[in-house]
């Protein structure tokens, strides 16, 4: 059974980093994209990058550009998102998420993970 | 600020259909494949509709995707209490390179 579980959202101060993990199982990890999405309290959706199966290739969105950083070890299934110089505005829940083949959805996804950015 | 707008709510009895509405541009919409997610407050999004039509297995033919020009639509017949959630369309942006949401639209099943 495929599954994506994430870990490692916590409370953080402004200006903190934080890294978060997705551990995947049940599928070939290898052969997809994966991304991460976001949801602030009482907001929508917000995508926040893709990255390729070799990692040759990322994607951000622009308010995450120069903090964030998403990474993946294919030996370990793992999918990361380094985020640093954290902001009230970054607070959300944060999910992992596996791209379909073809075009860009996000067909498999994880419970998400808590990150709260506050003094 | 989303570039995809959707209308914030959309309701109907059990059985009615419903249509929710996406609109963009020619740098998303326009140009690329339109995705759907259905989302229970507190879940794992679900994704409803990729490719602009096409149904993951698993997902009732209930759900259907449509497009015109720089606008898309969800629509759901037959509405069951447990359709409740709420709904966001999403595709790629050309210009600002990167994958985009829409706003949301909450559905109520009255």
């Known amino acids: 059974e495929e599954q994506l579980v994430e870990s490692g959202g916590a409370l953080v101060q402004p200006g903190g980093s934080l890294r978060l993990s997705c551990a995947a199982s049940g599928f070939n990890f290898r052969k997809h994209w994966m991304s991460w999405v976001r949801q602030a309290p009482g907001k929508g959706l917000e995508w926040v990058a893709f990255?390729?199966?070799?990692?040759?290739?990322?994607y951000y969105v622009d308010s995450v550009k120069g903090r964030f950083t998403i990474s993946r070890d294919n030996a370990k299934n793992s999918l990361f998102l380094q985020m640093n110089s954290l902001r009230a505005e970054d607070t959300a829940m944060y999910f992992c998420a596996r791209v379909g083949h073809g075009d860009y959805n996000l067909g498999y996804w994880g419970q998400g993970t808590l990150v709260t950015v506050s003094s | 600020q989303s570039v995809l707008t959707q209308p914030p709510s959309a309701s109907g009895t059990p059985g009615q259909r419903v249509t929710i509405s996406c609109s963009g541009s020619s740098s998303n919409i326009g140009s690329n494949a339109v995705n759907w997610y259905q989302h229970l407050p507190g879940t794992a999004p679900k994704l409803l509709i990729y490719n602009t039509y096409q149904r993951p297995s698993g997902v009732p033919d209930r759900f259907s995707g449509s497009k015109s020009g720089t606008s898309a639509s969800l629509a759901i017949s037959g509405l069951h209490s447990e359709d409740e959630a709420d709904y966001y369309c999403?595709?790629?942006?050309?210009?600002?390179?990167?994958?985009?949401f829409g706003t949301g639209t909450e559905v109520t099943v009255l």
């Open positions: 999403a595709s790629w942006d050309d210009s600002l390179n990167g994958y985009v």
């Open positions: 990255i390729r199966e070799d990692g040759s290739k990322k």
